[in-house]
């Protein structure tokens, strides 16, 4: 089987915690220099911009996310059906750029910003290099054999 064809099937019977995982979309420049990550699980309430598609350029705040179509429903993003009524129009996580961030989840930004508790990683102070003193060599004494036995007695 093709390398494309089972990639698609995975991606088909992905589990819902790997769809989850599948709704990353990048960072602006600023959030990257900011949590030093490139990207990010998109979260109702993230601000974005899309990049990709009929709606380019449009900045907006995520409304829905689905992650069944591995996609968001972007608030003012709709199309109008022949008979008037309008829909979301859901689109691909891969084709947006994260702006500003939903600070609500405490946890969420501990882990953007690396304060996660459990794999926090010590950091190790530089300390001045300590003067060595240099000692005098101690004299060793040349004992004989004779004299170990003169010793012992």
Do not use: C
């Amino acid at each position: 089987m093709k390398p494309t064809k089972m990639r698609n099937n995975q991606i088909y019977r992905a589990t819902y915690q790997l769809r989850s995982k599948q709704l990353g979309s990048a960072l602006s420049k600023d959030l990257q220099k900011k949590y030093g990550k490139r990207s990010t699980r998109v979260v109702e309430g993230d601000s974005i911009t899309i990049l990709r598609g009929e709606f380019k350029g449009v900045d907006g705040k995520v409304a829905k996310v689905s992650t069944e179509k591995s996609s968001v429903a972007v608030e003012g993003v709709k199309k109008e059906k022949t008979k008037g009524d309008k829909f979301d129009v859901y689109i691909h996580t891969s084709n947006l750029v994260v702006t500003s961030l939903n600070t609500s989840d405490k946890w969420r930004m501990s882990k953007l910003e690396g304060k996660n508790p459990s794999k926090q990683t010590k950091e190790v102070k530089k300390e001045a290099p300590k003067e060595v003193k240099k000692e005098a060599p101690k004299e060793t004494k040349v004992t004989t054999e004779t004299e170990k036995k003169e010793d012992e007695k």
